[in-house]
């Protein structure tokens, strides 16, 4: 099975912009579909993007849409999550999740493999 180490948290004011690294280790993700979550204090975990790593097709979520960015690196087996123009409501804990089908759904609950989680800290 694949693991994920996540990487790339942290504080950045309102406006910044933060990259988060989700790198797999034992294997590659040749086959997986990969999402970033997400969850703030208090709330349910939240799809932020995905992409199918063999395919390349891509999905944001609404809030993300058009301020985050996903792609994937072969070389380094890794994906990645830019965010930029940051706002305060972005804050949470961020995590990358593998779905062996090769697309990257957005139920949380559908996916087996997790990475741990990294704090992203908006300051207004």
């Known amino acids: 099975q694949v693991r994920l180490v996540v990487s790339g948290g942290g504080l950045v004011q309102a406006g910044g912009s933060l990259r988060l690294s989700c790198a797999a280790s034992g294997r590659t993700f040749n086959g997986y579909g990969l999402g970033w979550f997400r969850q703030a204090p208090g709330k349910e975990r939240e799809f932020v993007a995905g992409?199918?790593?063999?395919?390349?097709?891509?999905a944001y979520s609404e809030s993300s849409k058009g301020r985050f960015t996903i792609s994937r690196d072969f070389a380094k087996n890794t994906v990645f999550l830019q965010m930029d123009s940051l706002e305060p409501e972005d804050t949470a804990v961020y995590y990358c999740?593998?779905?062996?089908?090769?697309?990257?759904?957005?139920?949380?609950?559908?996916?087996?493999?997790w990475g741990q989680g990294t704090q992203v800290t908006v300051s207004s």
């Open positions: 992409v199918a790593w063999n395919l390349g097709d891509t």
């Open positions: 999740a593998a779905h062996p089908s090769g697309l990257a759904p957005v139920n949380q609950a559908l996916y087996p493999y």
